[in-house]
């Protein structure tokens, strides 16, 4: 995954008191002056995994020319501007200080170490950051899809049942899990986002709503990405090698290889199609006859939320802090509202968000300062600025890692087709919310490829190697999995909320993505053990965050209807006191008699009826709700009750109001003592 940062000492002192001799500066660290050991508290970070021959500098300010030919004295070759600045975001640049990083190039005669020093002696050079590698959640299996299961007669048979045509949706049990043994003999029925009811009654995306995938590179003519990618009509339109649009950037058509500071690219040895699979399952186009579902990849209709590719690892290059960061300024300046990110360092590196948001002199790091960029910037109607998702981490580890681990931002754990945490997830403080993410160990036999991971779409010429596949979809499995569910459930809600025309603070927003979640800590007990590898799944109660994602939940949220759970297989009584006020068990209820005294029958479509598996009508009696269900699934109960007497008042007589909820149901196959969610 990503490395440790250990602090070191750097012998540099003899160096800053010459740099600062021959420049008269006016203020020298007292220790760099003794030519001591002593390392500046300017520098916020190490060398240990950094580029080579390269510094980032925060300034006090944007240098005149006689600051800059003071630092360029002191063994640069070249100085220049971290981030472009973009035509209308100059205020914005300059509040979150993007305006005064710069890219120091080291002279081959000078280590970063020493440099690092002797820059520190400046009054003007308020941070001096190595330029450290990031390494993204690579996944520790892919398998791509062989001819046969394209179009296997259990596919097509799946298909039949499901919301759209897309042949492989039926082994994405991440959407929709039916309990099918043959993906994995002990899936668990129901261990899914819950996206079925959201897809056929409410929403599937909208092309207004930008998700930036930043990973590697996502193949934008890829089948199924192709006609939901993002596109740059300027550049598209433009003249080659000329940057049309002014943004600092040429040819970025579908986004922008950071790494190569030119187009896409996706193939090539090193690169793995890890950014190609996140994008497949946030938004592969649905209802197109061909591969996979993307869970806000619309209908088929034009209508699906949008890709940008902003690349910052290419053939094993890359993920520096300079990269990523200029990748989520791209991100912010060209209309993304969510950027997906399976990246960050090593859990453990930074134990609290002041030690990484504040190096050592209390001085954001570039990519903290690009990340708050992105946060304040408003590419939508529904919120007021973007939503950030990270991958929790592949380690294990019991927290999540930097940057996702910071308090704000949204960091996802993974589950497996078990509904269990996986062995290689990170868990604990940080970890925000649980979603799935695939696990190897429970495939059926030598069942080849091992359906219990999460299937996606895969760069096709990244095939070739493999004896017989389907280049363009594979399996994988990791937070990296687990993090584009989360995004792409995300980017399904702000299409909705869209739709509804609701608005919302990004604070509020995020609040109710977290609470849209179901009970993960019920079956946390005793322990999970999969081919050698063993779990206490005790170590992991309460330390999953809110729960798994349901994306129904989070639509029923957009709605500002609660959801209420009810069990498969009993039938029970619900109380509907969030509808109804505290006083629900008092009130009259209305509506067509049932087979007993004191039973009112409720208003349910056919279809909810047919989600819910309900045998007989649900029906009011003693103030609460009766309900059967006999099938995982959601709907609505329209719900008539008289506020103010035991009749409707009018002309005739005196009496009270009616009053009508209509009441969101989701079944499940148990809930918890407090109603199924944390």
């Known amino acids: 995954m990503n490395r440790k940062v250990t602090p070191i000492l750097l012998a540099a002192g003899l160096l800053v008191s010459a740099c600062a001799d021959r420049l008269d500066v006016t203020a020298t660290s007292p220790d760099a002056a003794a030519g001591t050991a002593t390392r500046s508290e300017k520098i916020i970070n190490t060398s240990e995994q950094s580029r080579p021959g390269v510094l980032l500098l925060k300034l006090s300010e944007v240098p005149s020319d006689e600051v800059r030919a003071k630092l360029m004295g002191c063994g640069l070759e070249d100085l220049q501007p971290v981030f472009p600045s973009t035509p209308g975001k100059e205020e914005l640049e300059r509040r979150f200080g993007l305006d ?9 005669s000078q280590t970063a170490d020493q440099t690092a020093n ?13 330029d450290e590698i990031f390494r993204n959640e690579e996944s520790e299996y892919v398998f791509p899809v062989s001819e046969a299961e394209m179009s296997s007669p259990a596919a097509t048979r799946a298909a039949e049942d499901l919301p759209f045509n897309d042949p492989l949706l039926h082994y994405q049990w991440g959407y929709i899990n039916t309990g099918d043994v043959s993906l994995a003999e002990d899936i668990y029925k129901g261990a899914d986002i819950n996206v079925k009811s959201v897809w056929k009654n409410l929403c599937a995306g909208d092309p207004d709503i930008i998700v930036a995938v930043i990973d590697e590179a996502v193949m934008y003519n890829h089948p199924d990405l192709a006609a939901n990618m993002w596109v740059n009509e300027a550049e598209k339109n433009g003249k080659p090698g000329v940057d049309d649009d002014g ?44 591969g996979v579902s993307g869970i806000a990849g619309g209908t088929g209709k034009g209508d699906g939320c949008r890709i940008m590719s902003c690349q910052i690892y290419d053939e094993g290059g890359g993920g520096d802090s300079r990269i990523v960061s200029k990748a989520m300024k791209y991100a912010a300046d060209m209309g993304a509202s969510i950027i997906s990110c399976s990246f960050g ?8 968000d002041a030690a990484y948001r504040n190096g050592n002199n209390k001085t954001n790091q570039v990519e903290y300062d690009a990340l708050k960029y992105f946060e304040a910037t408003k590419n939508n109607p529904v919120v007021d600025g973007g939503i950030p998702i990270f991958a929790a981490g592949n380690d294990g580890d019991p927290y999540a890692t930097y940057p996702g681990a910071l308090y704000d931002i949204i960091s996802v754990s993974a589950f497996g087709p078990d509904y269990l945490p996986t062995y290689y997830t990170n868990y ?3 970890c925000n919310i649980v979603a799935p993410g695939g696990e190897y160990l429970h495939k059926v036999g030598n069942s080849y ?6 299937l996606s779409c895969y760069p096709s010429e990244l095939g070739d190697s493999w004896d017989v596949v389907n280049k363009d979809y594979s399996f994988s499995q990791g937070t990296s999995m ?11 809600a702000l299409s909705y909320a869209k739709k509804l025309g609701k608005t919302y603070t990004t604070q509020k927003f995020k609040e109710l993505l977290l609470s849209s979640a179901n009970d993960f800590d019920t079956r946390l007990k005793g322990e999970k053990k999969l081919y050698g590898k063993t779990l206490n799944l005790g170590n992991y109660r309460k330390q999953m965050g809110t729960g798994s994602i349901d994306a129904y939940i989070f639509m029923m949220q957009i709605e500002g209807i609660p959801c209420l759970t009810a069990e498969i297989g009993r039938n029970q009584w619900i109380d509907v006191s969030q509808y109804f006020g505290t006083s629900s068990v008092n009130l009259t209820y209305l509506g067509e008699p049932g087979k007993e005294e004191g039973q009112v029958l409720c208003e349910i479509s056919d279809e909810d009826r047919a989600s819910l598996g309900l045998q007989q009508d649900p029906y009011m009696q003693y103030g609460k709700l009766y309900i059967y ?13 008289i506020a103010g007497g035991n009749i409707i008042g009018g002309d005739d007589a005196i009496g009270g109001m009616e009053m009508t909820q209509e009441i969101s149901i989701i079944s499940r196959t148990f809930k918890s003592g407090t109603g199924g969610w944390l």
């Open 449 to 454: 490829p091992p359906q219990c991971m999460i």
């Open 100 to 108: 005064r990083w710069y890219e120091a190039t080291l002279s081959d």
């Open 428 to 430: 604990g403080p940080g």
């Open 629 to 641: 269900p006999t099938k995982i699934g959601s709907g609505k109960v329209k719900v008539r009750a």
């Open 118 to 130: 002797a820059l520190c002696a400046f009054n003007e050079v308020e941070t001096v950051q190595f």
């Open 247 to 290: 943004n600092g950037y040429v040819d970025d058509i579908y986004g922008y290889n950071f790494v190569r500071n030119g187009e896409l690219h996706w193939d090539g040895e090193g690169n793995t199609g890890h950014g190609t699979h996140c994008a497949g399952t946030i938004a592969a186009v649905n209802n197109n006859g061909i």
């Open 482 to 492: 687990a993090c584009p569910h989360v995004s792409g459930v995300v980017a399904l």
């Open 345 to 352: 360092y090593t859990g453990g590196t930074y134990k609290s």
